[in-house]
């Protein structure tokens, strides 16, 4: 079965020829889009139309469901490729499990600071799309803001030592879709987690958010 992620990489363009009923049943078990033409042009119209159609439809699976699992990794000073966005490091999942397209935040004495979106997890046989606790990965983090831009390691803060600490960027919003849409895919220490996040970014539970538009109000 293909990989969501890499739609696009599953698609045959073919140029003047002639597909089979047979090659067309192959293509739609393996899920791979066939595109035939006989003007070249027209070739590259259709795949590029089939390219964006897939990008609209993962806005939307994203934009539908704003839920962020929780997670803490732990850096490898020993590992880290790129210190300046996009960053690019080695982790151990010390809690959780992280996810492509997860935000991310860096633990720091005074609170957190933002650093931007997991755009790629690479373990030894190649890229994966999550990796759970106790797996050593490398990850790539891009800023997702203009500010994240500008953040570099050993600058704005250090990794000397193997107790700093990235971990997922929740919300309020992101908790109450995991609620809706994965409670049960966490287990009793994942929630456990999600509490002690919420602590560490100071997110409000509903009855105080309440609170604070009752008294706005």
């Not at 899920?31 to 006989?38: L, R, S, W």
């Not at 964006?52 to 880290?80: H, N, Q, R, W, Y």
């Not at 009855?207 to 008294?215: A, C, L």
């Amino acid at each position: 079965m293909r990989d969501d992620e890499k739609r696009h990489f599953c698609s045959i363009l073919g140029f003047r020829v002639d597909v089979t009923p047979e090659a067309s049943q192959l293509a739609e078990r393996l899920q791979v889009e066939v595109i035939c033409g006989g003007v070249l042009e027209t070739l590259s119209v259709q795949f590029k139309e089939y390219v964006k159609e897939l990008e609209e439809e993962e806005e939307t699976k994203m934009d539908g469901d704003k839920a962020i699992f929780p997670c803490i990794l732990s850096i490898l000073p020993e590992l880290v490729f790129n210190k300046d966005d996009p960053i690019v490091l080695g982790v151990l999942v010390v809690k959780g499990s992280v996810k492509v397209g997860m935000s991310i935040c860096h633990l720091l004495s005074g609170g957190f600071v933002d650093l931007g979106r997991i755009a790629w997890i690479a373990k030894y046989q190649g890229l994966v799309e999550v990796a759970s606790e106790g797996e050593i990965v490398i990850v790539k983090i891009v800023a997702s803001n203009p500010e994240g831009q500008g953040l570099s390691f050993g600058s704005e803060f250090e990794i000397d030592d193997d107790d700093e600490i990235l971990f997922s960027r929740m919300s309020r919003a992101s908790i109450d879709a995991l609620k809706a849409n994965h409670k049960d895919e966490l287990s009793y220490s994942d929630w456990k987690l999600v509490s002690d996040l919420k602590r560490v970014l100071k997110i409000p539970n509903p009855r105080e958010m309440q609170g604070m538009t009752d008294s706005r109000d």
